[in-house]
C-alpha cells in the first residue's frame, strides 16, 4: 500500500518523477505534479494525447479539427473532467448523442435522432421483428433497473440475463449490443459476457435509460477537438514531454528506478507513473514484474480497433432520415462472427461542423477508397469482463510498491474520467497536494482512492 516517506525519498531536494504515456492519465498526473516534482514525460508516439487525437481538416489558416478517438463527456458523470476544462480555460459545447441501426445493407434501419429517424423505414411499424424489438426495448428500460437493485449477483453476465428474461433476438442483436458495442468498442460476444451489474451501473449513470428523450443527459464535446484542451494542458510542462520516445524496460531498486527508452539510453527516477495500458505496463516490467503485478495487471485484456477518418458515405445508413451521431452498421451473422462490430460516427452531428460530411469508423465492414480516406490508425480499448472487474479491486494493492505507481481508464469503466480520475489520484498520493477543485468522492468512478484518506487527514 501507499507509504508517504517513499514520496520524498530526499526532503532537500524535489522528486524525481518519470511519467510513462501521454493519454488523459499521464497527462493529468504530469499537470498536477509538474509545480512539486522535477518530471520527465516519455510518450513512444511523435505526439501527446493518447485517444485524444484531432486531425485538421481545413487548412492552417482556418483550422477544422476533427477528433478520431475521444470525442464527447457530459458534466454529471464527468465531473473532474468537466472541472479541469473549466480550469484551464478549454471551451466545450453542446453535442448530439442519437443513435442509428443500418442492418445488413440497410435490410433495417432506424435512428434515435427524431420520429422521422425511428419510422426512417415506413415498413418497419408492421414487421414484427421491429415491433418485438420496440416492446423489448421499452420492458428493458422500466424492468431492468429494477432487477438490477434487486439483483445481488456479481457473476451474473448481460448475456445470461436477457436469456432468463426471455428477451428477444430482434432487440439483442438490432438494438442493445450494437449500442454497447459502440459505446466499449468490443465484439458482439465480449457485449453479451459483460458483467450486469457493471453494465447497469453505466447505462443507468450516464442516462440512458431514459425512454424520454428529453429527460437525458445533454452530452458535450471540446470546441476545436480535443487537442484543444491538450495544447492547453500541456503548456506548463511542455519541455519535459519527450515525444517518440518510449520505455522498453523498468529496473526497481533501493536507490530508485532506471528505465531504459526505446533509443537505449537509461534515466535514473526516484519514482515511475506507469499510465499505459495494463498489458503494455507488463510487457515494459518484463522479468521484473512482481508475482501481484503480473496477476492483477495481467487479468486486463483489450480489443484493437482500425479507426478511420473518411467520407464515404458508403459507412452510413442508406436512407438519410436513419442518420444520427453514432451509427451501427451490421451484418445478419454479427452475433457469431465474433468480429468487432463497426460504427460510424456522424463527426458533423457529434462536433457541429460545416461543410462536406465528415466520418469516423471503427472496423469498417467494407474497403473504403484510399481517395475518401482521411487518416487510418489503431487504437485499444480495455475489456471489462468478470476478472477485470474483480482485478480493479486489488490494483490499490499495487500502488507505491517499488516506487511504482499506476493509472489508466482500465481503473474505472475505460473512459475519460476514468483515466483522468486515475491520474490525479495517483499524482495526489505522491504530492500530497489535492486537486485544484471540490470533488465528491461518492461519485468516484475508481476502486482505489488513497487519496481520500491522506488528503482528509491534513486538513
Excluded at 30 to 44: M, N, R, S, Y
Excluded at 395 to 409: H, P, S
Aim: charged share 20%.
Amino acid at each position: 500500500m501507499y507509504d508517504a516517506s517513499r514520496a520524498t525519498p530526499d526532503a532537500s531536494r524535489r522528486p524525481r518523477i518519470a511519467i510513462v504515456g501521454t493519454g488523459i492519465s499521464g497527462l493529468s498526473a504530469a499537470w498536477h505534479l509538474h509545480p512539486h516534482a522535477d518530471i520527465t514525460v516519455f510518450e513512444k508516439e511523435d505526439r501527446p494525447g493518447g485517444h485524444s487525437h484531432s486531425v485538421n481538416i481545413g487548412s492552417a489558416e482556418t483550422p477544422l479539427w476533427v477528433d478520431m478517438g475521444f470525442i464527447v463527456f457530459n458534466t454529471p458523470c464527468y465531473p473532474n473532467l468537466t472541472a479541469l476544462l473549466d480550469y484551464i480555460g478549454a471551451p466545450h459545447q453542446s453535442s448530439d448523442m442519437s443513435f442509428g441501426v443500418s442492418i445488413d445493407k440497410g435490410r433495417l434501419e432506424y435512428a434515435s435522432v427524431s420520429l422521422a429517424g425511428l419510422l426512417a423505414q415506413w415498413g418497419n411499424v408492421v414487421r414484427p421483428r421491429f415491433l418485438r424489438l420496440m416492446w423489448d426495448l421499452v420492458r428493458f428500460y422500466k424492468t431492468a433497473p429494477l432487477d438490477h437493485k434487486a439483483r445481488q449477483d456479481e457473476t451474473l453476465t448481460l448475456g445470461q440475463y436477457l436469456i432468463s428474461r426471455r428477451y428477444s433476438r430482434a432487440f439483442i442483436e438490432d438494438h442493445l449490443v450494437p449500442q454497447a458495442a459502440a459505446i466499449w468498442s468490443t465484439s458482439a460476444a465480449e457485449v453479451m459476457d459483460y458483467p450486469f451489474r457493471a453494465f447497469m451501473n453505466f447505462f443507468e449513470n450516464h442516462g440512458l435509460l431514459k425512454l424520454n428523450l428529453a429527460e437525458r443527459i445533454q452530452w458535450r464535446t471540446v470546441t476545436g477537438g480535443s487537442q484543444a484542451y491538450v495544447e492547453r494542458l500541456i503548456a506548463p510542462f511542455r519541455n519535459r514531454i519527450r515525444n517518440h520516445c518510449g520505455i522498453a524496460k523498468a529496473e526497481r531498486h533501493a536507490e530508485g528506478v532506471t528505465l531504459t527508452d526505446t533509443h537505449g539510453e537509461r534515466h535514473h527516477f526516484d519514482e515511475v507513473v506507469f499510465a499505459t495500458h495494463a498489458h503494455d505496463t507488463l510487457r515494459i516490467l518484463g522479468d521484473n514484474a512482481t508475482p501481484h503485478e503480473r496477476e492483477v495487471l495481467s487479468a486486463f485484456r483489450y480489443t484493437d480497433n482500425e479507426v478511420v477518418m473518411h467520407t464515404d458515405a458508403s459507412l452510413m445508413p442508406r436512407r438519410r432520415h436513419a442518420w444520427a451521431s453514432w451509427n451501427y452498421i451490421g451484418r445478419k451473422d454479427e452475433m457469431t462472427a465474433g468480429r468487432m462490430l463497426c460504427v460510424t460516427y456522424w463527426m458533423n452531428l457529434l462536433q457541429n461542423l460545416p461543410g462536406r460530411d465528415v466520418f469516423v469508423t471503427l472496423n469498417p465492414v467494407t474497403p473504403i477508397a484510399e481517395d475518401k480516406v482521411i487518416k487510418r490508425m489503431m487504437f485499444d480499448h480495455p475489456l471489462f469482463d468478470q476478472a477485470a472487474i474483480a482485478a480493479q479491486t486489488q490494483l490499490g494493492d499495487l500502488q507505491g510498491v517499488n516506487r511504482t505507481w499506476f493509472c489508466g481508464a482500465y481503473f474505472g469503466a475505460g473512459f475519460h474520467e476514468d483515466g483522468l480520475q486515475s491520474g490525479l489520484a495517483v499524482a495526489e498520493a505522491i504530492s500530497g497536494v489535492s486537486r485544484p477543485w471540490a470533488f465528491d468522492w461518492s461519485r468516484s468512478r475508481i476502486f482505489w482512492q488513497p487519496a481520500r484518506a491522506l488528503l482528509e487527514a491534513a486538513e
